[in-house]
């Protein structure tokens, strides 16, 4: 089974839940096990609350949406979060947060819940793509193949 869908989203911290709450209603329906859908769905909304905070640059007139596209792909769930924001350099990526630190621990969650981590550049007009992916676990009675 394939199924993939992708949100254009305001930068705004209501659109954080909606993008959470669509995922885990795909999987719910797909008859992803709960547990894969949690992970995915905390490290998800990790990544849009990095969009929302840090992915635009009023200054430089880029976009003030970001973009999120999730595939469900035979046994693989890929997600990808894009933002059009000055970009991540590699060595914020490398460095864990200070242990009293309120922020800075998104990505390293991300990293613990998720298979595989890519953060880079987005191509062309900068910005960010952070994409991860985690191999599914099936519940026994998925609702999309009993409706």
């Known amino acids: 089974m394939s199924i993939w869908w992708s949100l254009h989203l ?10 959470r709450r669509l995922l885990i209603g795909t999987m719910e329906t797909a008859g992803v096990d709960p547990e894969i859908s949690y992970d995915l769905s905390v490290a998800l909304s990790e990544a849009c609350a990095n969009a929302v ?15 999120v596209t999730a595939y ?10 894009a933002d059009s924001g000055p970009g991540f350099a590699r060595t914020q990526e490398l ?12 990505l390293c969650l991300i990293r613990e819940l998720a298979d595989h981590v890519h953060i ?18 099936w519940k026994k009675d998925p609702s999309l193949l009993t409706a």
């Not at 200070?98 to 621990?105: K, L, V, W």
């Open 72 to 81: 469900l792909d035979g046994e693989k769930c890929r997600i990808e979060v």
């Open 95 to 106: 460095r864990p947060p200070r242990p009293d630190a309120e922020h800075g621990r998104g």
């Open 53 to 67: 905070e840090h992915g635009g640059n009023a200054a430089a007139g880029t976009s003030e949406a970001y973009r």
């Open 10 to 19: 305001r930068r705004e911290a209501a659109s954080v839940p909606l993008a």
């Open 120 to 137: 880079g550049a987005k191509p062309g007009r900068g910005g960010t793509v952070v994409s991860f992916d985690k191999i599914l676990k």
